[in-house]
């Protein structure tokens, strides 16, 4: 790598006061790549960066209409996980859990992964039951889990609301140590930095308008930059994939909704894991700059607009309440929104498409980020060899039409439940 980071770079630069290079190239679009990627998030970066890089296509732009790291990339809540129970679920996050282990010396750049450990909790019987059958699948699938019992969480998250008052009872919890927190925007720099080393073109304020298409084949793009022609053309758009898909003549079965997150001011340490309620969808962590990091259901209508509504910010702050009584004493300092792209049954599609050259990446629901280096991997593989990654075949686009969903947990009817 030209500009290679290392502790000898950082004392050379601290000692010379020479400039920094820029992190990745900002060249002007070609006429045609082999391969353009419509989006430059976290997924339409790394799967760039895996094509460079596993399967040696060069020629590769992304177009992205914004900056880089301004989508969902820099907008979740930073949380990566593996702790899923279906067959398909659990090597695909798994993969992605390996992934993201070797990353920052993969990319030679520090994505702060952060693996504090994830505990989710149970507040009856029945759902310890239902986590100690989730743990033992885990188990069995090579997979780190821990059940917990009352006494286990009372010691490791004693700031949790244990009185004989409160609403939801603690009964135990499902701890998984490799799980926890990743730098967000960090993931994006680092994949657009290392994919420009390799040659992508990352071509941002750039936004596909149009898709050439010619008798079921498309052959480019139309951009507010001009006209792009491409051997293959893969879409990675996150909340506006069924708006592009349109475009090319798919109607996706994909809702465009709100998802907000919430920081409080900073406080000492005191969130040492990222802790799951069992009561409702709410999840907790603390950043380093020791802000509380939470969020909670999307606000249930659909929307391009990323800013939420004030009763989401009501239902996820009595959810931080029940769980921890002493937030209520701090300020919330701000939150955001981010356009989610939710299915069915709240798993994605990596894929061929019916529409030849055209493929296909979103529908992530709430758990695209935690997906986005082994997202990148399959998809990267199905581009290069017109085929699906055997890591991904279940997130097929056909699979509703042949009764296949894949519902982990219900997470998908969350959509149309509110
Ligand atoms: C508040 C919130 C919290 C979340 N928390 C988590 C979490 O803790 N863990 C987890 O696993 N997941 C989480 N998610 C989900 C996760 O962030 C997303 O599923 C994932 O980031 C989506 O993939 P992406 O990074 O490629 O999307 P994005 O970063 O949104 O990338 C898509 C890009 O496409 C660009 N684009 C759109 N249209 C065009 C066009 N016409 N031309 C060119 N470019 C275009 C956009 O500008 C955008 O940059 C959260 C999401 C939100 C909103």
Redesign the pocket.
């Known amino acids: 790598m030209a500009n290679r980071y290392s502790a000898f770079s950082l004392l050379k630069h601290a000692l010379t006061g020479a400039p920094w290079q820029r992190a990745w190239r900002s060249p002007q679009p070609k006429s045609s790549y082999d391969v353009i990627i ?9 799967t760039a960066y895996y094509l460079a890089a596993n399967h040696g296509i060069r020629n590769i732009a992304v ?19 593996s702790n899923y129970i279906l067959g398909g679920n659990t090597h695909f996050f798994e993969h992605s859990m390996k992934l993201w282990e070797g990353l920052s010396h993969a990319l030679n750049y520090n994505v702060m992964v952060s693996q504090r450990g994830q505990i989710v909790l149970a507040h009856n019987p029945s759902q310890l039951d239902v986590l100690g059958r989730k743990g033992n699948t885990m188990k069995l699938n090579g997979i780190d889990a821990q059940l917990l019992d009352r006494g286990d969480v009372m010691r490791i998250l004693p700031y949790l609301d244990f009185s004989n008052e409160c609403r939801f009872p603690i009964y135990g919890g499902l701890l998984q140590q490799r799980a926890g ?1 990743v730098r ?1 925007d960090a ?2 720099w680092g994949y657009a930095r290392a994919a420009s080393e390799l040659g992508v073109d990352i071509i941002e304020n ?4 149009g898709f050439l298409e010619n008798e079921g084949t498309i052959s480019g ?1 139309e ?2 930059r001009g006209r792009i022609m491409a051997g293959r053309t893969a879409i ?5 994939s069924s ?2 898909a349109a ?1 090319a003549g798919l109607r996706l079965p994909v809702e465009s909704h ?4 919430f920081v409080t001011e900073s406080i000492k340490p005191l969130i040492h894991h990222v802790v799951t309620f069992g009561a409702d969808l709410f ?1 907790i962590s603390q950043s380093d700059k020791g802000g509380l990091v939470f ?1 909670g259901h999307i606000d249930g209508f659909n929307t391009y607009t ?1 800013r939420g509504q004030f009763p989401k910010v009501q239902d996820v702050a009595e959810c931080a309440v029940a769980l921890i009584p002493g937030v209520s004493r701090l300020r919330l300092l701000r939150h ?6 939710m299915t069915p049954d709240g798993s ?1 599609f990596i894929g061929r498409t019916p529409v030849k050259n055209l493929y296909f ?2 529908g ?9 280096p082994a ?1 990148g991997w399959c998809f990267a593989h199905t581009i290069a060899h017109d085929d699906e990654h055997p890591l991904a075949r279940h997130f097929s686009l056909d699979r509703h039409m042949h009764g296949n969903g894949f519902d982990e947990y219900g997470l998908g009817l969350w959509t149309y439940r509110q």
């Open positions: 419509v989006g430059g998030g976290g997924h339409g970066l790394a177009l992205e209409k914004s900056y880089i790291g301004s989508g969902n990339v820099g907008r979740n809540t930073t949380l990566i996980r927190t967000h993931v994006a750039c936004e596909v308008t793009v951009t507010t990675c758009v996150a909340g506006h708006r592009l475009m709100i998802l907000q997150a999840y969020g990323q955001w929104g981010g356009i989610q792209d994605p990446n979103g992530w629901c709430y758990q695209g980020f935690k997906a986005t997202s």
